[in-house]
């Protein structure tokens, strides 16, 4: 595994506070970039967090921590293969994880791609998690979005992508293929604090992060 010299997602925000919405769009696009090659080639993480996602000292993004990752689909019938392992962490497991039931893991990778977005736009947890009932309750009532921090102001096509993501029936949670090619948030051309950016977005987002720092 490559070093991971700027430490992890979690370790960065507990540091140096949280992002914009235009520094977590460069993020974001690159875990879903990520994580739209595993669910393509049949396999699921089942551990994403902030702490399995390292920062490289060009301020890339790699996702780590295979442990739990396992095949989604049955090689000889081509059928979906369901889960009933709880995997990961209580606060960033979905609701089906959370009711016991056997799962598409694929799906609730999706539903803690959105746990990780919320933590970096507010820097806690979109519900509390300090029993399941607790929990269950906050992801059926939708309680994230009175949980923003004060004085936060998102763009309506990011909180459409949040309700998308932590959509509690997982049948109607899009693909991270979908998230990453289709959705508006993801998609936008709007100047990401400079007219332009390369490929990567490396040079860009280092370039935001070192003005933070000085």
């Known amino acids: 595994m490559r070093l991971a010299e700027e430490g992890d997602l979690l370790d960065w925000i507990i540091k140096h506070g949280v992002l914009t919405e235009n520094e977590a769009r460069i993020w974001f696009r690159q875990i ?25 000292k060009h301020l890339n993004l790699k996702l780590a921590d295979f442990g739990f990752c396992r095949s989604c689909i049955d090689a000889k019938t081509g059928e979906k293969l369901h889960s009933r392992t709880f995997c990961g962490s209580l606060a960033y497991a979905a609701p089906e ?3 016991g039931e056997p799962y598409e893991p ?38 994230w979005s009175s949980r923003m921090r004060a ?48 490929s990567s977005g490396r040079d860009l987002l280092a370039d935001i992060f070192n003005r933070r720092a000085l």
């Open 32 to 56: 879903l970039n990520a994580l739209t090659y595993l669910h393509g080639r049949g396999f699921a993480h089942r551990d994403l967090k902030c702490e399995n996602i390292l920062i490289t």
């Open 106 to 143: 694929r799906g609730a990778d999706v539903w803690s791609s959105g746990v990780i977005l919320y933590i970096t736009l507010n820097g806690k947890l979109p519900f509390t998690d300090y029993d399941r009932a607790s929990l269950m309750t906050e992801q059926i009532t939708g309680a």
């Open 151 to 198: 004085g936060l102001s998102i763009s309506p096509a990011l909180f459409d992508l949040l309700m998308r993501l932590l959509t509690w029936e997982y049948t109607r949670r899009p693909s991270a293929e979908w998230v990453y090619r289709k959705h508006p948030w993801m998609t936008s051309s709007k100047p990401l604090d400079r007219s332009s950016q390369d």
């Open 97 to 99: 994880l959370i009711r």
